[in-house]
C-alpha cells in the first residue's frame, strides 16, 4: 500500500511498534504526488498547509569549499540538477563553513532564486550577535529573506526563538524552528516543542538511529510541528556499510533500486517526516535521491521489515 493513499495512521503505526500500546487515533496529512510522474512527492507544513517535497539538499561539509571556482562550479550543476529534478528546501547553516556562500553563488548563476525554499540556522552563544549573523548569512545565500531560520543545535535558543519569533511577526521570515543532531538532547527538545509555537525542528533520523520514533515525531504530528531529517545516511556511512550486500527480492515492494533509496524511503515514508536532507556533490547522487520521493512509498507494516533486515545484516 502506497503511503499516499493512506489518510489515517494510528500512533501504533507511527511508533513503527515502539512502546505507545494503546495510544489513541493520530491523523495525519497525505502525501498528494505533484503533477507529472517525474516530480518528487510532497508533504504539507503543519502550520500552513504549504505542499514541500520531501528530498531536500543538505549542505554541511560538501559545500564548503571556499573559492575553489572548480568547486563553485561542481556544487552549482548539484543546485540545478536538485531544482530540475523538482527538488526545493536548501538547509545550511553559518556553521558550516563557507557552505552558505556556495549556496549563494549557486543561487546567483542558475538564477534560482525563486526556485529555492531557504533554510538556515543562528549559531551563535551571543543573544546579541544573532541578528547580525542571520543578515551576515542573508547576504551570503544573496536572497532577500529566508524561508525558514532555525536555531542550531539549541545555541541560546531562549534569546534567538525571541528574535525569530518577532522577525515571523514582522514579515521578515516565513518559518522558525529548532535543531539537534546526533541524537542529542531529545529531552530538551521536547519541552521546547510543547512550550514554543516552532513550525520545524530538524534532527537525526534514519534506519539505525531511531531514537525519535518514542517521542519526538509523535510530538511533532501532535503539535503540527514539520520535521526535517538531518544525517539520513551518516555521512554515506550507512551506504558504505551495506555496500556490496544484495537488496531483498521484497524490496521492490518500496520502488527502491539502491541501499540509498532503500535507507532514504524508510525514513521519508515515516508519516510525521516533512523532508529529509541528504546532501552531495554528485550530480548522479542527486538523481537518484529525488527519485526515492517518487512512486510507492512503504507502508509501516513495510517500514517494520525494512528495520528488520538491516538489524539483522
Same mark, same amino acid.
Given at each position: 500500500?502506497?503511503?499516499?493513499?493512506?489518510?489515517?495512521?494510528?500512533?501504533?503505526?507511527?511508533?513503527?511498534?515502539?512502546?505507545?500500546?494503546?495510544?489513541?487515533?493520530?491523523?495525519?496529512?497525505?502525501?498528494?504526488?505533484?503533477?507529472?510522474?517525474?516530480?518528487?512527492?510532497?508533504?504539507?507544513?503543519?502550520?500552513?498547509?504549504?505542499?514541500?517535497?520531501?528530498?531536500?539538499?543538505?549542505?554541511?561539509?560538501?559545500?564548503?569549499?571556499?573559492?575553489?571556482?572548480?568547486?563553485?562550479?561542481?556544487?552549482?550543476?548539484?543546485?540545478?540538477?536538485?531544482?530540475?529534478?523538482?527538488?526545493?528546501?536548501?538547509?545550511?547553516?553559518?556553521?558550516?563553513?563557507?557552505?552558505?556562500?556556495?549556496?549563494?553563488?549557486?543561487?546567483?548563476?542558475?538564477?534560482?532564486?525563486?526556485?529555492?525554499?531557504?533554510?538556515?540556522?543562528?549559531?551563535?552563544?551571543?543573544?546579541?550577535?544573532?541578528?547580525?549573523?542571520?543578515?551576515?548569512?542573508?547576504?551570503?545565500?544573496?536572497?532577500?529573506?529566508?524561508?525558514?531560520?532555525?536555531?542550531?543545535?539549541?545555541?541560546?535558543?531562549?534569546?534567538?526563538?525571541?528574535?525569530?519569533?518577532?522577525?515571523?511577526?514582522?514579515?521578515?521570515? $516565513?518559518? =522558525? +524552528?529548532?535543531?539537534?543532531?546526533?541524537?542529542? %538532547?531529545? @529531552?530538551? *527538545?521536547? #519541552?521546547?516543542?510543547?512550550?514554543? &509555537?516552532?513550525?520545524?525542528?530538524?534532527?537525526?533520523?534514519?534506519?539505525?538511529?531511531?531514537?525519535?520514533?518514542?517521542?519526538?515525531?509523535?510530538?511533532?504530528?501532535? $503539535?503540527? =510541528? +514539520?520535521?526535517?531529517?538531518?544525517?539520513?545516511? %551518516?555521512? @554515506?556511512? *550507512?551506504? #558504505?556499510?551495506?555496500?556490496?550486500? &544484495?537488496?531483498?527480492?521484497?524490496?521492490?515492494?518500496?520502488?527502491?533500486?539502491?541501499?540509498?533509496?532503500?535507507?532514504?524511503?524508510?525514513?521519508?515514508?515515516?508519516?510525521?517526516?516533512?523532508?529529509?536532507?541528504?546532501?552531495?556533490?554528485?550530480?548522479?547522487?542527486?538523481?537518484?535521491?529525488?527519485?526515492?520521493?517518487?512512486?510507492?512509498?512503504?507502508?509501516?507494516?513495510?517500514?517494520?521489515?525494512?528495520?528488520?533486515?538491516?538489524?539483522?545484516?
Amino acid at each position: 500500500m502506497a503511503e499516499h493513499e493512506l489518510r489515517t495512521i494510528d500512533r501504533r503505526q507511527v511508533l513503527l511498534g515502539g512502546a505507545a500500546a494503546g495510544a489513541a487515533a493520530l491523523v495525519m496529512p497525505p502525501l498528494p504526488a505533484m503533477a507529472g510522474q517525474d516530480q518528487p512527492l510532497t508533504r504539507l507544513v503543519p502550520s500552513t498547509g504549504e505542499a514541500l517535497p520531501i528530498v531536500g539538499l543538505g549542505t554541511w561539509i560538501t559545500f564548503n569549499v571556499g573559492r575553489d571556482p572548480v568547486l563553485l562550479d561542481e556544487c552549482a550543476e548539484v543546485m540545478d540538477a536538485f531544482f530540475a529534478g523538482g527538488g526545493q528546501l536548501i538547509d545550511s547553516s553559518p556553521m558550516y563553513g563557507s557552505s552558505q556562500a556556495t549556496v549563494g553563488y549557486g543561487l546567483d548563476k542558475l538564477k534560482a532564486r525563486s526556485k529555492a525554499f531557504a533554510a538556515d540556522k543562528v549559531w551563535t552563544s551571543s543573544s546579541a550577535e544573532g541578528p547580525r549573523q542571520i543578515e551576515t548569512s542573508r547576504a551570503d545565500w544573496r536572497i532577500e529573506r529566508f524561508d525558514l531560520i532555525q536555531v542550531h543545535n539549541l545555541v541560546a535558543w531562549e534569546a534567538h526563538l525571541d528574535t525569530l519569533k518577532q522577525m515571523k511577526a514582522d514579515g521578515q521570515l $516565513r518559518y =522558525i +524552528g529548532i535543531t539537534t543532531s546526533h541524537g542529542r %538532547r531529545h @529531552g530538551d *527538545l521536547e #519541552r521546547i516543542m510543547r512550550r514554543e &509555537p516552532l513550525d520545524f525542528v530538524q534532527v537525526t533520523y534514519n534506519v539505525l538511529d531511531r531514537d525519535v520514533e518514542e517521542r519526538i515525531l509523535p510530538l511533532a504530528a501532535e $503539535r503540527g =510541528i +514539520g520535521v526535517i531529517v538531518n544525517r539520513p545516511y %551518516r555521512r @554515506g556511512g *550507512l551506504i #558504505r556499510r551495506f555496500a556490496g550486500k &544484495p537488496l531483498p527480492a521484497w524490496v521492490a515492494e518500496t520502488g527502491a533500486k539502491s541501499w540509498a533509496q532503500f535507507l532514504l524511503k524508510f525514513i521519508i515514508s515515516h508519516p510525521a517526516v516533512t523532508c529529509a536532507i541528504p546532501a552531495t556533490t554528485h550530480v548522479a547522487h542527486v538523481a537518484e535521491n529525488l527519485a526515492a520521493a517518487r512512486g510507492p512509498l512503504p507502508d509501516a507494516m513495510l517500514r517494520q521489515r525494512m528495520a528488520a533486515f538491516v538489524r539483522d545484516i
